[in-house]
């Protein structure tokens, strides 16, 4: 993983979300689609999801996840939305012209690191658990200080 605040460089060999263990992460979310430019040797290495919002809503997200076994995913919300305490600066998602919000996911300070490194090494687990991260940081951010992210 690059710098801080959502840079992130490609990694030319990668660890992915092996293609057959989609399918795992599909019960919970099940408009996954692997972004075709994102793809090879049977690896997804970044996907699209749409994850629950407050108000029957959703959040369309772009995940990278090309170094999934040595770094936390990052996650960039393509809506356009403002005033968003975890959705940082707007930049381009790293291997597209794509322009979103970054999702500042606290991962280098919080305990998300620490619970991946704990997992089993399944990418599909590690996934689900930075997935279920995200939706926790995005939805809790609508009401500040409830999540006492905002101290």
Known sequence: MGGNC??????????????????????????????REFCSNGEIRGFSVRVPRRGNSFYNLVVLCDDL??????????DEIEGHYHLWKRMRIPGTNARALWVCDASYH?????LMASSNNEPAERIGYFLSHVVQILNCSEDIGVCGCHR
Do not use: D, H, W
């Open 6 to 35: 959502g840079e992130r460089v490609l990694r030319v060999k990668s660890t992915g979300l092996p293609r057959e263990q989609l399918s795992k992460l599909r019960a919970q979310y099940p408009s996954i689609r692997p972004i």
């Open 110 to 114: 919080g305990k998300l690191r620490l």
């Open 69 to 78: 076994l040595g770094a936390v995913p990052s996650a960039y919300v393509v």
